[in-house]
């Protein structure tokens, strides 16, 4: 019996046809090209945390578990193998006494899943994952092996969406390990708006929550320190990372799933549970967090100056529609960047992210959050869920056509190809 993917959140699955587990750039090339003879198609997946369906084949899925580990590292890069889990990844590097300057927070992912679909984290002066490589080891639907380090290919294939070769390693930027001093803070939905130019401008990394129903938010606000590092103390730890991050949000959820009007008298007693706090520590462990509440997110990046309009449309709609959102609203924000298909490409971008509980989705918020987003010009995170298609998609990323133009050229017939893919680029 053929075995099952099936994704973290559990709303995406596919048989394929064959699994392979290759241990290093050569399988993978064995694996291309048995593909292209047999005349079926090969994708590569990660540990599956992208909402929607890009990573998935019926064909030949290729599961990176045994590609992995740094290849080397030295003069400020280091070279790891595609199937690296950014947790595996953080502990090496810190290891070795080095970091990368910005990442998102969760570290479940593989370097090349989450390079792929554009995870971003969120940073003032430093982008995503994307803008911190500086080479490419791909696979290419003729077979062969290639290296790029820049110009179009390079460009293009940073955030690929698997759809241009399957990679196999990348090389990042990396630099001395430094600490965060983290600060969170609960503020009133009003002063954040108020004061988003403000505290965008003044802290390296911001990013804040907004809990729907209520007037409050929780902003965490990391900086560079000289330090000491002052890791929080184990109850603290255990109070915001434990406790109300995972084990209250889950008790939360479950209550409002049976009793959906109490929802907002809910969320009001989250957001009276919210206290200040600061600490100092690595700074990948600042970055990062853990989620144990099985959800379903939708993110749009939108031009950084649009946020507060979107914001306020955003809790519009919640208020009047009465939807009973448990899960907090996210805002991150980053710099412009030069891969085509980078969400924040061009442009100081502003995302905004939406959760609902797995067990009870919300559609008519996702719909009405994504009106917003793409009157706004938004662009989808590519592993997470939205209705776009290329028709959309070719009007907000101004080098859409010259990838479309790329993957032609590079695999005319569709290798790596899949249904998703077929959506938000179009169909041959």
Known sequence: MKAEFRNWAGNQSIIPAEVRTPAGAQDVVRAVRDAARRGTRVRMVGTGHSFTGVAL???IMLRPDALTGVREAGE????????????VLNEELDR???ALANMGDITDQTVAGAVQTGTHGTG???????DQITEIEMVLADGSLTTVSGGDLFDAARVGLGALGIITAVTFTVEPAFLLHSDRRPM?????????????GENEHLDFFWLPHTDTCLTK?????PGPAEPPGAFRHWLDAVFLENTALRMLCAAGRRLPAAVPALNDMSAGALTASRHTDKAYKVFTSVRKVRFLEMEYAIPRERLRQALREIRDLVELNRWPITFPVEVRVTPASDAWLSTAYGRPTAYVAC?????????AYFAAVEEVMTRLGGRPHWGKLHTRDAAYLSTVYPRFGDFLALRDRLDPGRLFANSYLD?????R
């Open 423 to 427: 959506t938000v680029l179009g169909g």
């Open 76 to 87: 400020g890069r280091v070279r790891v193998a595609a199937g690296t889990p950014l947790r």
């Open 221 to 225: 606000r990391n900086n560079r320190s």
């Open 96 to 98: 070795r006494g080095l």
């Open 188 to 200: 009133s939905f009003r002063t954040v708006l108020d004061s988003l130019d403000e505290i965008t």
């Open 57 to 59: 084949t019926d064909g």
């Open 124 to 130: 003032r002066d430093v982008g995503g994952l994307a």
């Open 355 to 363: 959760h609902v509980y797995r067990p009870a989705p919300e559609p």
